[in-house]
């Protein structure tokens, strides 16, 4: 199968995972796409294939004869589209060849290049956008569609020879439970990576620590008429605690290394409300430091409005994995020669989000991330380069020849 022909059957499968439920998977729909990767996992001739009552779906390409010895290598993607979005019903168009215009998504909606200038990078490539109802789910079903379509070529070139390679998918990497389940010592890789990067070239080690912050606000509604020294507007508390947060620090004012608190939901009445963010920073101590201000907030308001009106809930996510990939630097080593023997210049840089592989990695099995081709990741401005996701491809078959050598 074609990867093109892979990934928009990959896309068309309804995944999406749900923060709010607290069934694992979030989503039984999740199934179905992890179904149909064993399946087909089968049909190509790995072996050990199995998925589990959590979801995870890993199978096996056996080494090649006299390279049993060799490392035994991952390579792992999800297979859930974020929350953010819809990912029902996704609708792709194709652009054969991109001429470095605004691109058209439906009849309200165009992806102009003075707000995404990075489009210009892809002139000449086959584009894959969305037709600006939905997400389109290159995140990270473009990982999934990149990785068989590696297995598939490397079970049917018995000449290309490598060590055991282990494949595994997974479901609610977006909400941050993605490995919760993840039983490191059956998937029995040595070392391993994810496909779950962006841009061509990305080979990223260091990503975000993170925490999660809710806050619920009991106010206390009272005739407006008559509020004066009794009223305690919820809302209005929600938008003081939004306001004594450092604006500078906010996603939209922030890039590299810089950390952020980012507001990803707010709902109530006067009676009641509730307000969420995510913490992040690429250090632990300017991470630690943004908790401890959540903290602190808090309780002021609370010493203002009366004690109890706030209560904080505030749980880590995940944490920087450059601790633990560092000390094997033959995992970056044969990542950076494998993107140059597929003629692409690599990028290194810190990831500003999360990936399995940061979790995986505390958990014993060093995993860095490789690009896997999308771009606008979460929404309806979602595209992916074919032309680098066929580039993709070629970096997890030399991975494999290379950690064989």
């Not at 165009?110 to 956008?129: C, S």
């Not at 979790?359 to 060093?366: A, C, E, I, Q, T």
């Amino acid at each position: 199968m074609e990867l093109k022909e892979r990934f928009l059957k990959y896309v068309a499968v309804d995944t999406q995972s749900d923060e709010n439920s607290e069934t694992f998977p979030s989503t039984a729909k999740q199934f179905d796409l992890l179904n149909m990767l064993r399946e087909e996992m089968e049909a190509l001739g790995m072996t050990e294939v199995v998925t589990d009552k959590y979801g995870y779906t890993m199978g096996t390409i056996p080494a090649s004869e006299g390279y049993e010895n060799a490392p035994v290598i991952g390579f792992i993607a999800h297979v859930d589209t974020a929350p953010d979005m819809s990912g029902k019903d996704v609708k792709p168009r194709i652009i054969e060849c991109y001429d470095g215009e605004d691109i058209v998504l439906n009849n309200a909606l165009t992806m102009k290049v003075a707000e995404f200038p990075e489009l210009k990078n892809f002139v000449g490539h086959t584009l894959i956008h969305t037709d600006g109802t939905t997400l389109l789910g290159a995140d990270d079903k473009g990982g999934v569609a990149e990785i068989m379509t590696a297995a598939e070529y490397l079970l049917s070139h018995p000449e290309i020879k490598h060590g055991k390679i282990r494949i595994g998918f997974t479901p609610d990497e977006e909400i941050g439970r993605g490995v919760d389940f993840f039983d490191v010592a059956a998937f029995g890789a040595d070392f391993a990576y994810t496909m779950d990067g962006g841009y061509e070239g990305e080979l990223e080690y260091e990503n975000f620590n993170a925490a999660s912050a809710k806050i619920s606000i009991q106010g206390r509604n009272v005739h407006p008429g008559y509020a004066k020294g009794k009223m305690i507007n919820a809302i209005q508390v929600a938008c003081e605690l939004n306001s004594l947060l450092p604006a500078q620090e906010r996603p939209e004012h922030t890039e590299g290394y810089e950390g952020f608190y980012h507001c990803v939901g707010i709902n109530g009445t006067v009676e009641q409300a509730q307000i969420s963010y995510i913490i992040r920073d690429h250090d632990a101590e300017k991470f630690e430091a943004k908790k401890v201000w959540m903290h602190d907030i808090v309780g002021m308001l609370n010493n203002k409005f009366g004690q109890g009106v706030l209560t904080l809930t505030l749980k880590d996510q995940y944490y920087n994995m450059r601790k633990m990939v560092e000390p094997h630097p033959q995992v970056i080593d044969k990542a950076l020669e494998a993107m140059r023997e597929a003629d692409v210049k690599p990028i290194v840089r810190p990831i500003r989000g999360g990936t399995d592989g940061a979790r995986l990695s505390f958990m014993g099995l060093p995993c860095p991330n490789i690009f896997a081709g999308g771009m606008n990741f979460h929404g309806k401005f979602e595209y992916c380069s074919l032309n680098s996701m066929e580039k993709a491809v070629k970096v997890i078959i030399n991975l494999a020849q290379l950690w064989a050598k």
